[in-house]
């Protein structure tokens, strides 16, 4: 029989053990500080699970704050659910979810979301989630290699517009991004607040500093920040986060495929939204197509504010993410002779 409960300080190596079996290779003390306590939306909330003397898994809120239609309200990330594979398939992940839905009013999260891993799909809804949408992956070649084309002068051959806006390497705290953020919540409805402090926790402070965040500047004028990490290889580069002053999200888009034309090696771009948001902006316009997708989940008490499963409200990227990289962890360092080795280095789970 299992046992769920609010996790305490005190439970913090317990937790920690648990963060490094389910993403091996990590540096659990990094991410706690980062994403558990340093978080401009608020610590973190943990739930556990306890079968006789054993923990057998856990779950978080990762509080954020949310844009409502034209309000800061506070929401939450679903993040580092994990159950201990001698233990899963007994309802132990449905039921930490279901106490978490139940804290909700006691710690006023209004709504807690995520695009969970297909292994967490059944479990939250089981626990009260809600599939709102899907989110979708759109990809744009850049160079000619990406659309099967080779050769040694034509593979390197590029497909970027000319001209426009610049890329800006973002600075901590950088009042270009909170002037942008300013004007670009007017065009929202429902969005992770980006302003100039989320953007330097999420992207600077992150402990693998892969996502690298920028501001776009159009003629000495900030009308966006963006934040991209090189993928697979340096083979893609992924938009983890885009965000524009009113009607400059394709001027921006656009400053994004250049620079990865002209300043890094990538075949493709590609930026993951919401499968309507992503055709309502004409994606397809600046030469996106739509790929895979998977299902988008919300979390809200009873009674709850059901704007939040308004799939047509929601703005959502990569930024929506508790993992501060998309690629796979750094190889663990080489075994010295006569020591247990580390795990081996295996993809991140998916957000
Ligand atoms: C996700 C996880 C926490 C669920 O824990 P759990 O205690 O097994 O969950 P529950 O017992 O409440 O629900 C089990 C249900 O999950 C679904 N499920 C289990 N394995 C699955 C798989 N490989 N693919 C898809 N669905 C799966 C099934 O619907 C299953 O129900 P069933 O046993 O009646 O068929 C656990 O599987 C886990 O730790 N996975 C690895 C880490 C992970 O993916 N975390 C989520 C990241 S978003």
Redesign the pocket.
């Known amino acids: 029989m299992s046992d769920v409960r609010a996790a305490a300080l005190a439970d913090r190596s317990e937790i920690f053990a648990l963060i490094r079996e ?1 993403i091996p290779g990590i540096d659990a003390e990094a991410r706690w500080r980062w994403l558990y306590e340093t978080n401009p939306g608020g610590q973190a909330l943990t739930w556990i ?1 306890t079968t006789g003397h054993h923990v ?2 856990c ?1 978080s809120f990762f509080p954020f704050r949310l844009w409502l239609d034209g309000e800061v309200v506070r929401a939450a990330l ?8 001698a ?11 279901d106490a978490s839905r139940h804290a909700m009013p006691a710690h006023r999260i209004g709504c807690m979301y ?11 809804k ?2 009260g989630s809600c599939e709102v949408g899907h989110v979708v992956r759109w990809v744009r070649p850049v160079r000619a290699a990406a659309l099967g084309l080779r050769g040694p002068l034509l593979g390197s051959f590029t497909v970027a517009p000319s001209g426009g806006a610049e890329l800006e390497a973002m600075r901590r705290h950088d009042a270009r991004v909170d002037e942008v953020w300013a004007e670009a919540r007017r065009d929202l409805r429902l969005a992770a607040v980006r302003d100039a402090a989320f953007y330097t926790w999420r992207f600077l402070e992150a402990p693998t500093r892969r996502q690298r965040p920028f501001v776009i500047v159009e003629r000495g004028r900030a009308i966006g920040a963006c934040a991209l990490e090189p993928t697979r290889g340096g083979t893609v580069l992924t938009i983890v986060d885009l965000v524009t002053v009113p009607g400059a999200w394709h001027a921006g888009l656009r400053a994004i495929v250049r620079y990865c034309a002209e300043h890094t090696r990538a075949d493709r771009v590609e930026i993951k939204l919401f499968a309507n948001d992503g055709r309502r902006r004409h994606l397809w316009r600046l030469g996106f197509t739509e790929r895979e997708s998977k299902p988008f989940l919300c979390m809200i008490p009873t009674p709850g504010d059901r704007r939040f499963l308004d799939p047509d409200r929601w703005y959502y990227t990569g930024a929506d993410s508790d993992l501060d990289t998309l690629e796979v962890q750094p190889a663990p360092r080489r075994p010295v002779t006569g020591v247990k080795a580390d795990r081996p280095t295996i993809p991140l ?3």
């Open positions: 389910m699970a057998t898994g779950t679903g993040g580092d659910g994990y159950v201990r594979p233990f899963r398939r007994n309802g132990i992940g449905g039921a930490l979810h995520g695009a969970p891993g297909a292994m967490n799909v059944t479990p939250l089981r626990g789970p998916p957000a």
